[in-house]
């Protein structure tokens, strides 16, 4: 991850957070139930130095940002005394107090009732447009990332599988388990649900598999997706993959022979 360009680092300083703000996914567990709205969102203003002497009207400001009104009302109120859609607003105006560039969303709607999930989607997608504010979307809803994303990366097992635009990347999908999981994602237009081939669970980190860490579950899987990690193709302008399969043919030959020999070597050495 590079912010400006530059590698961004562990520790978290104060100039980054500033710049740099979360929105959790539980907003029922991500607010302090003993303290009024008020104190949410006036706290970042004052560890960031930003208070101008007017916080009632900066507190009412940031609340009307993210569509609670009368913002009088709600900045008196408990967090319990707010629905979870309500909550998770006063942590994206929490997030916005420190007039952040970028904003981290981790499954922001995915505790929400369905019923409310696109009022919260809306305000982020009118927040990136209006505020010329970046949001990464953390999520495993692809239809939601579809509907909010500029351009998608897929991963799996850590690593980066895909990245494209939203609509190339769902409706042209180029990496075996993005297309798997967009099988799995209901449609009513598809008559009939389609047989995967992908069967099975994600791999233990600790000890991932050698190669494609997708190999496993792979309904294309070759003897040089077990050995080796595939390279990042270029599939179509703005649209990557790491997937032998789109690989050439030759290259592909040449790195799976490669694989045997190897493979060949060290038998030959264990049987001296």
């Known amino acids: ?31 302090n139930p003993v303290h009024r709205v008020r104190h949410d969102l006036e706290r970042p203003l004052k560890i960031h130095h930003l208070v101008n002497g007017n916080t009632d009207k900066t507190v009412d400001d940031l609340l009307e940002r ?34 952040p560039r970028v904003l981290i969303a981790d499954e922001p709607v995915s505790m929400l009732d369905v ?19 970046a949001i990464l979307y953390i999520t495993h809803d692809i239809a939601s990332a579809r509907y909010l994303a500029d351009t998608i990366v897929v991963m799996y097992a850590g690593q980066l599988v895909e990245a494209a635009p939203s609509v ?63 390279p990042s193709i270029e599939v179509s302008p703005d649209h990557i993959a790491a997937c032998w399969l789109h690989v050439d043919p030759a290259e592909r030959q040449a790195s799976e022979n490669g694989v045997l020999a190897t493979g060949s070597l060290e038998t030959e050495k264990s049987k001296r």
Request: overall charge positive; aromatic content about 4%; charged content about 20%.
């Open 1 to 31: 991850m590079l912010l400006d360009g530059k590698p961004v680092r562990a520790g978290r300083p104060r100039s980054y957070a500033r710049q740099v703000q979360m929105v959790f996914q539980d907003p029922f567990a991500s607010l």
């Open 66 to 99: 993210v569509a609670l009104k009368p913002a009088r009302q709600f900045a008196d109120k408990f967090p319990h005394e707010l629905s979870g859609g309500q909550r998770q607003r006063v942590a994206i105006a929490r997030a916005l107090a420190v007039k």
């Open 168 to 230: 190339e990347l769902t409706d042209r999908p180029a990496h075996p388990y993005t297309q798997l999981l967009l099988s799995a994602a209901p449609d009513p237009d598809r008559a009939q649900p389609p047989v995967l081939a992908g069967s099975g669970a994600p791999p233990s980190l600790l000890a991932p598999p050698t190669g494609c860490r997708f190999h496993p579950r792979c309904p294309h899987v070759m003897e040089v997706c077990k050995h080796k990690a595939p």
């Open 115 to 133: 019923s409310i999930r696109l009022g919260v989607l809306n305000l982020l997608a009118d927040l990136r447009d209006r505020e010329n504010l």
